[in-house]
Nanobody, 125 residues
Framework: QVQLVESGGGLVQEGGSLRLSCAAS????????MGWFRQVPGKEREFVCA????????TYADSVKGRFTISRDNAKNTVYLQMHSLKPEDTAVYYC??????????????????WGQGTQVTVSS
């Protein structure tokens, strides 16, 4: 069983920055692919970015490429999402997720078997 707890969400002005954190339980955190997803009411949850277990590989949705950075600290069992140049359309609940059965980065929700409770990010114009 893996528990994920996000933090760091909040209200920020357009063009601002936020850093989200996701603390994970589990003895083999470094073997998990970790991802960030987001969801707005009435829409499907969408992929934002993901990172391999070692941190050596990352992938991003086109909508956030160049503005968001995913990273992880395996010694702290934590994954981060640094967000810069935020836009109102980035407003959503952000979820971190763990894919414990796959070693290759996945963008599909179905590959992730553990999810956090989500943290709200609101970008005002």
């Amino acid at each position: 069983q893996v528990q994920l707890v996000e933090s760091g969400g909040g209200l920020v002005q357009e063009g601002g920055s936020l850093r989200l954190s996701c603390a994970a339980s589990g003895r083999t955190f470094s073997s998990y692919v970790m991802g960030w997803f987001r969801q707005v009411p009435g829409k499907e949850r969408e992929f934002v970015c993901a990172i391999s277990g070692s941190g050596g590989a990352t992938t991003y949705a086109d909508s956030v490429k160049g503005r968001f950075t995913i990273s992880r600290d395996n010694a702290k069992n934590t994954v981060y999402l640094q967000m810069h140049s935020l836009k109102p359309e980035d407003t959503a609940v952000y979820y971190c997720a763990a894919a414990t059965k796959y070693r290759i980065i996945a963008t599909s929700l179905g590959r992730y078997d553990y999810w956090g409770q989500g943290t709200q990010v609101t970008v005002s114009s």
